[in-house]
């Protein structure tokens, strides 16, 4: 009984132990309803060579109400692709069409959803100053944080 509880607790191990060791190169962010991200700094190992972002939009407000969108730039210029991307409408996601500045950008979602954008960690500059922010209308100066390679 108990060789056949390790035979089948073995597999079940491996099968945690597995993505959560490649789990670095996955992260998760949380946007709510009171424009917040559920964290400042999001940390990438330098050894992935991709890496994927799920947002999750853990409130229940609409996307055209509330929408959230992980979007990723250098720090120094994050604020005016934001201010760009705000006067690009929703027909574009709040997204000026076409600016290489963005790094990547998730869709944008509402209350309920998630979404995972692929980030090629190896074009990023080791020692970069990466910011990452929603980029619906007026959110930028309370949602983003620091995207820190490692
Ligand atoms: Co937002």
Redesign the pocket.
């Given at each position: 009984m108990r060789k056949v509880l390790a035979a089948i607790a073995l597999p079940a191990l491996l099968a945690v132990s597995g993505p959560a060791a490649a789990g670095s190169c996955e992260l998760e962010i949380e946007?709510n309803d009171r424009l917040q991200f559920d964290r400042k700094e999001l940390v990438v190992p330098a050894s992935c060579d991709e890496a994927t972002i799920t947002l999750i939009h853990v409130g229940r407000m609409s996307v055209k109400q509330?929408?959230?969108n992980w979007v990723l730039t250098r720090t120094s210029e994050f604020r005016d692709v934001a201010q760009k991307g705000m006067r690009a409408g929703p027909e574009n996601e709040y997204l000026p069409p076409g600016d290489d500045r963005v790094i990547a950008a998730s869709d944008l979602i509402g209350g309920g959803e998630r979404t995972s954008v692929t980030l090629d960690v190896s074009a990023l500059e080791s020692g970069g100053d990466y910011t990452f922010f929603?980029s619906?209308p007026g959110?930028y100066g309370a949602?983003n944080g620091k995207l820190v390679m490692e």
């Open positions: 946007g509330m929408g959230h929603c619906f959110h949602m």
